[in-house]
């Protein structure tokens, strides 16, 4: 059997990771893996060469255009995009793992087989619009996450989290399935979009099952992006998992089912107009309890990764906001800030490695004078938490900007204004980030101990938080090319219902 | 040379942030070199931006020097990168190049650390000032009014005073409220308008109802009031004043308030005409408050860089009296006042400064008998003061007097009243001036060994006295020829006025007998009469 180009397109973003995976997992099979570094060093290699080919890969594909349906795989712009987020990610990840992970003295080659994995499962998800294959999809990308979460066996509260991660997860990906399920049952075809032009004929588009079933599905993504009242599992899942799959997990996590809820709800299930409408109201109603829950509670923490969390929380809420909104602009915006996002999140999660905070250190208490200590990364890390706050002229203003304005063009000045005292209130937890860094000394218990300790060396996670600073002043000096050149075609060109 | 030629506003306010950067590149034991460098580079500025904005003849609208070309277009708004110097910001962007240099020689060694960095961070705050001042495209403007945020934050937050953190974190976060609101409003009218071209939002704005209209107004306005500061939304600033290191104050006295102002005549007012005519008592009303509320609050501080903070409330509060007089006089006195307020406070707080470097308190009760110690310093202080208090021959006069004037002449009936109120601040003003003065300096000497005075080894030296030398000289030009610096904004502000009172005001169509009758009743009411907010917001949702 032989495949056309375009065919080899729709698989190999699939294939190169997860032939890296095999390779990586081969590897780490020599037990010495701890101990020899050439080992090591080659797992890292090997994982790192995997993620750059499919991103070159995707990136060429990008210049040809959308590729023709194969096998359910629909790798059009959307899919590409999602590629190619997934892919730097993951890149940002594992240069940050390496760091991390010899800080905690736990450098295992399966965590990397795990996150390839993952990366497989997130492509598939964001591309297809075939029932099977999303829940294929969701499963693929969830299940090594779980373990991911977990992976550090040697802390106790790594397997705790992992585990409360894994049960809530497993609840909601049962309720997508049910939801899938209940569609089926009544369509009788896998194929949302089928499923939903056959739905509307039959006049079932307001029937209890199919709003059942929708809602259900809608459960599964908001699960994901851990939207209120389904993000329980947030701050615990972060704190217990290692500092790179944490920024891995709200990035890319939050990343493709925004993707996936974007191909599916306003994508496939467009032709169900009433079923949207319902969807959106919930969405609207689910927001304003995320902006609200998710800032509220960032405001009291007191260790940065549940800060973080709560903050990752929050930012579900305003891309939400822009489905609410639901126009084609909003839309665009939505994944401008996903990539906005992308890189403030990975950053302040990498800046954490690039401090040497490792275990339970990671308190605001223990970030204290870091910034004029590490003057690039305290720059990169007032780049991030001012971003993140949504300040111009950073990326995260612009995120906003197209967000808000799409809500208030469609009549929704209220929940703009809401929308815009969150960021009010998240500004104050983001500043507490910076007074840490730069506003307080260190304590005179923290200076003796950092003496006695040797001095932290994280290049590779420094690097990464670099480029993500980068990235966050591209998105904040050069909006347009990425607003336009990459969402924008990536809506238009991916989502033909939108054009 | 080219580029220049076609980019000189560009080169002005962004010439800071290249410096800015380079100097937080250099490395910390190069702090020094850095300071001297950030001055340097300041006073080229300050000399370039004379020699271009004052070399250049206005064109016929007043326009100094322009750039406009087509930036992007985000979701379907397109933005215009487009600067400008006219006759309504030609002098205060002068006042920023001016003060920035200024400030730093003049603190030169009051920070003992990381002073690279902060001359760094200096630099950022004068592109994010002269960018707002320039800017002719609301949302540029809106980028600079937010990105001017955080090196202030970091000024105060990392050189303040014992209680830095939270005077950052208070001056961020109110400021930020502020302007988010105000962000949503600006969408809602580049919505409409189709970009952030202000005069075509200023159609678009017209064309709405007028219960719209009120509200995006009071969206405009608060968010610069807050900025201004107006009563009641002045609670930042005495800490954020009070904390920041002396050089901050200054800038923030003399520059940052002024933004506030500037947003009213330059955007607020002439967006939204109906609005600003119906609004105009409330803003006065509030004017008249802080005037006198600032100079009693004044009178009792203990601190005196807390006195001066709150005389900034007080006299920002004459400033807005003008704007809300919708006279051409009032409005010039305002323009006047703002370079008088950004000088003279400017001033005060440097003097302020070089005093606490040396004694280590500004407790008015740990001085007495300075004059003795200090001869220069007294003299110089004393001038100041003087011109603070609006003494005649001295620029403060000038300024609260055309004020008054204008607010006495307005015709609104309320304007009489206000005006003899709004007086009995400046005889406040002179109170908690000349009062501090003699407790500071008069009177015998405080001997006591842990006292401000005891510690006081050395008068002005000559770098301290090069700084002052200047502000004297301009107090007393703008003292005795105003003329200078008016002289550009006269067109400008009679035009807007002109566009202002055009649309024949809805609310205060008065024949000149009703005029005349309700002046008289309002002569002699009480204050009581004079509840603003009710009847105010009752007409703007009917």
């Known amino acids: ?202 006049g079932l588009a307001l029937d209890p099952l199919v709003l059942v079933g929708a809602a259900l599905m809608l459960l599964g993504f908001l699960f994901k992006v851990s939207a209120v009242p389904f993000h329980q599992w947030t701050p615990d899942a972060y704190e217990a998992s290692p500092h790179p799959i944490a920024g891995f997990m709200s990035v890319a996590t939050k990343g493709v089912a925004f993707i996936a809820l974007l191909r599916v709800f306003p994508g496939s299930f467009g032709s169900l107009g009433p079923v949207g409408a319902k969807m959106q109201a919930v969405l609207a109603v689910l927001a304003v309890a995320t902006l609200v829950l998710g800032n509220l509670t960032a405001l009291v923490q007191s260790n940065v990764k549940r800060m973080l969390a709560y903050s990752s929380i929050s930012h579900a809420g305003y891309l939400m906001l822009g489905f609410v909104a639901g126009t084609p602009a909003a839309y665009t915006g939505v994944l401008f800030y996903l990539v906005i996002y992308l890189a403030m999140n990975m950053g302040a999660f990498g800046l954490l490695t690039a401090f040497g905070l490792v275990g339970e250190q990671t308190t605001f208490e223990d970030l204290r004078g870091l910034g004029w200590k590490r003057p690039a990364m305290g720059f990169s890390a007032a780049v991030f938490m001012l971003s993140l706050a949504g300040i111009p002229p950073l990326g995260g203003f612009y995120g906003k900007y197209m967000i808000f304005r799409e809500l208030v063009g469609t009549g929704h000045v209220g929940l703009a204004i809401l ?81 | 040379m080219t580029w220049l030629n076609l980019h000189p506003l560009t080169f002005l306010v962004f010439a800071p942030t290249v410096l800015g950067f380079l100097l937080m590149a250099l490395p910390h034991a190069l702090g020094k070199l850095a300071r001297l460098l950030g001055f340097l580079g300041a006073l080229a500025i300050f000399v370039l931006s004379l020699a271009w904005l004052l070399g250049h003849a206005p064109a016929a609208g007043g326009t100094v020097m322009a750039e406009r070309t087509p ?17 309504l910001n030609l002098w205060l962007v002068l006042l920023t190049t001016f003060l920035v240099p200024l400030t730093m020689l003049g603190t030169w060694n009051s920070l003992k650390d990381r002073m690279g960095t902060f001359a760094a961070l200096f630099l950022l705050l004068e592109t994010g000032m002269l960018g707002a001042l320039v800017a002719q495209d609301l949302f540029v403007f809106y980028l600079f009014w937010e990105a001017m945020l955080i090196p202030m934050y970091f000024m105060i937050g990392v050189w303040g005073g014992d209680e830095r953190r939270y005077a950052a974190n208070k001056f961020f976060l109110y400021t930020l409220s502020g302007s988010l609101l105000w962000l949503v409003a600006l969408l809602y009218l580049a919505n409409k308008a189709g970009g952030f071209n202000p005069a075509v939002m200023a159609q678009a704005a017209s064309a709405l109802p007028f219960g719209v209209q009120g509200w995006l107004f009071i969206a405009f306005a608060v968010a610069f009031a807050i900025k201004v500061p107006l009563f009641p939304l002045h609670t930042w600033l005495p800490d954020a004043h009070v904390q920041a290191p002396t050089a901050g104050s200054v800038i923030l006295a003399g520059v940052l308030l ?103 308190t500004r407790m008015i009760a740990d001085f007495g008998g300075v004059a003795v110690k200090m001869p220069i310093f007294t003299t110089f202080f004393m001038i100041v003061t003087l011109s603070s208090i609006g003494l005649p021959l001295t620029n403060g006069f000038v300024g609260e007097f055309w ?107 008065l024949t000149p007998a009703v005029h005349e009758a309700s002046e008289a009743h309002e002569a002699v009411g009480a204050a009581g009469a004079h509840a603003p907010e009710a009847p105010a917001a009752h007409e703007v949702h009917p």
């Open chain 1, 1 to 202: 059997m032989s495949l056309t180009p375009s065919q080899w397109a729709a698989l190999l973003p699939l294939l190169i990771p997860a032939f890296g995976a095999c390779l990586v997992t081969l590897m780490s099979i020599d037990k010495d893996q701890a101990t020899t570094k050439w080992i090591r060093g080659a797992m890292y290699g090997t994982a790192l060469l995997a993620v750059g080919a499919s991103f070159w890969y995707l990136t060429d594909l990008w210049r040809t255009g959308s590729q023709p349906t194969f096998f359910q795989l629909h790798m059009d712009r959307l899919a590409q995009f999602t590629g190619i987020f997934v892919a730097v990610a993951a890149a940002l990840t594992i240069l940050q793992s390496w760091d991390h992970f010899h800080q905690e003295g736990w450098v295992k080659g399966e965590t990397l087989a795990l996150l390839l994995f993952a990366v497989v499962g997130m492509v598939l998800f964001a591309s297809t619009t075939h029932f099977v294959v999303l829940f294929l999809g969701l499963e693929l990308f969830s299940l090594p996450l779980y373990a991911l979460v977990g992976t550090v066996r040697a802390r106790s509260e790594s397997a705790e989290g992992g585990m409360k991660y894994f049960l809530t997860g497993a609840v909601a990906s049962s309720c997508f399935l049910m939801g899938g399920v209940l569609i089926y049952g009544l369509s009788g075809t896998f194929d949302l979009a089928a499923a939903a032009s056959i739905l509307t004929v039959q």
């Open chain 1, 419 to 499: 929308g815009v005292i969150a960021s009010l209130v998240s500004a104050y937890y983001y500043l507490r980030f910076l007074v840490a860094l730069f506003l307080q000394a260190p304590s005179a218990e923290a200076e003796r101990l950092a003496s006695d300790r040797p001095a932290v060396r994280a290049p590779l996670a420094g690097a990464a938080v670099l480029v993500s600073a980068a990235i966050v002043l591209a998105g904040g000096f050069i909006q347009y090319a990425l607003a336009d050149g990459f969402a924008k075609r990536a809506i238009t060109e991916g989502l033909g219902l939108l054009r």
């Open chain 2, 71 to 87: 930036w992007f277009t985000l979701v379907g708004l397109p933005v215009d990168y487009a600067l400008a110097v006219d006759g």
């Open chain 2, 258 to 360: 002024k933004l506030g102002g500037y947003g009213f005549i330059r955007f607020a007012i002439p967006m939204f005409p109906q609005a600003a005519m119906h609004y105009a008592k409330p803003i006065a009303l509030l004017s008249v408050i802080a005037i006198v509320y600032g100079a009693l609050v004044a009178m009792v501080q203990r601190d005196i860089k807390k006195l001066v903070a709150y005389s900034s409330v007080s006299h920002m509060g004459f400033v807005m009296l003008g704007l809300a007089s919708m006279t051409v006089i009032g409005t010039q006195g305002a323009m006047l006042q703002m370079l008088n307020h950004g000088i003279s406070t400017g001033a005060l707080f440097l003097l302020v400064g070089m005093l606490y470097d040396r004694a280590h």
């Open chain 2, 403 to 509: 004020i008054l004037n204008g607010t006495f002449l307005s015709g609104f009936p309320w304007g009489r009243f206000y005006a003899c109120l709004a007086t009995s601040g400046v005889v406040l003003g002179a109170v908690y001036m000349l009062w501090m003065f003699m407790r500071v300096f008069w009177g015998p000497e405080n001997k006591d060994e842990d006292s401000g005075t005891h510690h006081l080894h050395s008068d002005l030296n000559a770098r301290e006295i090069a700084v002052m030398l200047p502000i004297v000289v301009l107090i007393v030009w703008m003292g005795v020829h105003p003329k200078t610096f008016v002289a550009a904004s006269e067109t400008p502000v009679a035009a807007l006025l002109q566009e202002v009172k055009a649309p024949a005001p809805r609310t205060f169509v």
